[in-house]
């Protein structure tokens, strides 16, 4: 059954030290979405892709937050620098297309100290 | 943006007791999905119901988009039912279709 990878499961960095998440959608997923879920709440969303183009990062502090969708396939999400505040779950999910069932990765569970 | 309110927050059974865990939300969707979150933070997709009824096992769910809300049920509650439920909606508004999550309920079944 496809799945949508993401590396690392974990990762521990320190305040003001560079981080890099790597998601890999399910074959032939045209839209990509990265989620962000703070311990005892549901996910929010960060940005979305079509293809290689960003649909919606309305909700990314695109002071310290990157992302990027280069060959519409795999994706980075990328924060540097990182705060305490950055502590979270970061969910990677994807659709056939916007509107369509949503699938989602493990996450990547961050801790900032 | 648009609203989503699961209830109740928090819900205890004994195994084998039937539940119902309730939806609203605040405007017409495109989108409606059920998650269960297991212990180590996988969202495992349980339903895709934007309208209608559907069932899966002893789980169920329904979706009435006239009156914003949806239902889902799980009969003969075990152990591993366990963990958090997310409602997720998509506004029918908008070109980017993103889901908006409830705040989740809370279940715990004891053996």
């Known amino acids: 059954e496809a799945e949508v990878a993401q590396s690392p499961r974990y990762k521990i960095t320190e305040k003001s030290q560079a981080v890099a998440f790597w998601c890999d959608p399910i074959?032939?997923?045209?839209?990509l979405y990265w989620y962000r879920q703070i311990l005892g709440q549901g996910p929010e969303l960060l940005v979305q892709?079509?293809?290689?183009?960003?649909?919606?990062d309305s909700q990314l502090p695109k002071d310290r937050f990157s992302a990027e969708r280069l060959k519409g396939v795999d994706s980075t999400l990328k924060i540097q620098p990182a705060e305490l505040g950055d502590s979270a779950m970061y969910l990677c999910a994807s659709s056939l297309a916007p509107g369509a069932e949503q699938y989602f990765g493990p996450g990547t569970r961050l801790t900032v100290t | 943006g648009i609203q989503v309110e699961q209830s109740p927050p928090d819900l205890i059974l004994q195994e084998g007791a039937n539940s119902t865990l309730r939806c609203n939300f605040s405007?017409?969707?495109?989108?409606l999905q059920w998650f269960h979150q297991n212990p180590w933070g996988q969202l495992i997709n349980l339903f895709y119901?934007?309208?209608g009824t559907k069932q899966n096992g002893r789980l169920s769910a329904t979706t009435v988009a006239t009156e914003r809300y949806s239902l889902l049920y799980i009969s003969s509650s075990q152990t591993t039912d366990s963990g958090v439920y997310f409602c997720a909606v998509g506004s029918s508004s908008g070109s980017a279709r993103q889901l908006t999550f409830g705040s989740g309920t809370q279940l715990t079944v004891l053996p």
């Open positions: 119901i934007p309208s």
């Open positions: 074959s032939g997923h045209a839209t």
């Open positions: 892709f079509q293809d290689e183009s960003v649909v919606d």
């Open positions: 405007d017409s969707v495109n989108n």
